[in-house]
């Protein structure tokens, strides 16, 4: 029995809406927490609403889906210790594990495990940028992605000098915040950056309803 627990804000099922894997269905499992405050944030609820979970509840909880795919989320997962071993027991069953995780915390040990991580790093717009660990970009590996979530021309510009910096060896995720008016696709295009433009493919088909 795994009885170590973890304050979880909602487990649900849902098609993944980010990313390099956005539109496959997904469990995903947010948590609760978080040491930044993004002017855009959406998913302030997550601040501090949730309940304590042992593992294994959690564990027994996801398997009412066939699916075995996990998304790890929140908040920031990084936050509470006992992530690592709920990756660990999702690994031993057999689950693909992604986590997503806003770069102002080390990802070293996360680096070392057979996940998936998915990382931002906070751009002049998010009001966290002074907050980032830049060191993590090295720890990226070739299967990870960092993503730039972009709302003007300076955010953009202020990551393509990321970019260029540091060399990321993972796949590049650039997003713009949801409802801003920027035309990212042809900026990326004109300047010809190796990214992945990304939308919110969940907020397409569903809004800001949660649990989606």
């Not at 970019?163 to 010809?192: F, H, N, T």
């Amino acid at each position: 029995m795994n009885t170590k627990k973890i304050k979880i804000n909602e487990i649900f099922y849902s098609l993944q809406g980010e990313g390099s894997d956005a539109g496959l269905p997904t469990i995903f499992i947010r948590f609760t927490g978080c040491n930044l405050r993004c002017n855009y944030c959406d998913t302030r609820y997550a601040f501090y609403e949730g309940k304590y979970m042992a593992i294994d509840e959690i564990m027994e909880s996801i398997k009412k889906w066939s699916c075995k795919r996990v998304c790890i989320t929140g908040g920031e997962p990084l936050l509470q210790k006992n992530v690592y071993t709920l990756i660990d027991e999702l690994l031993k069953e057999g689950y693909e594990v992604s986590i997503e995780t806003n770069g102002s915390i080390s990802i070293m040990k996360l680096s070392k495990m057979n996940v998936k991580i998915k990382m931002d790093i906070k751009l002049p717009s998010s009001g966290m940028h002074d907050k980032m660990l830049f060191g993590n970009i090295s720890l990226l590996r070739g299967s990870d992605e960092l993503k730039f979530i972009i709302w003007n021309k300076q955010d953009y510009e202020y990551a393509k000098d990321i970019i260029a910096r540091y060399k990321p060896r993972c796949q590049i995720i650039m997003q713009p915040v949801w409802g801003s008016k920027i035309k990212l696709a042809d900026w990326i295009l004109k300047d010809e950056i190796d990214a992945r433009f990304s939308i919110q493919l969940h907020k397409i088909l569903w809004g800001n309803e949660r649990g989606k």
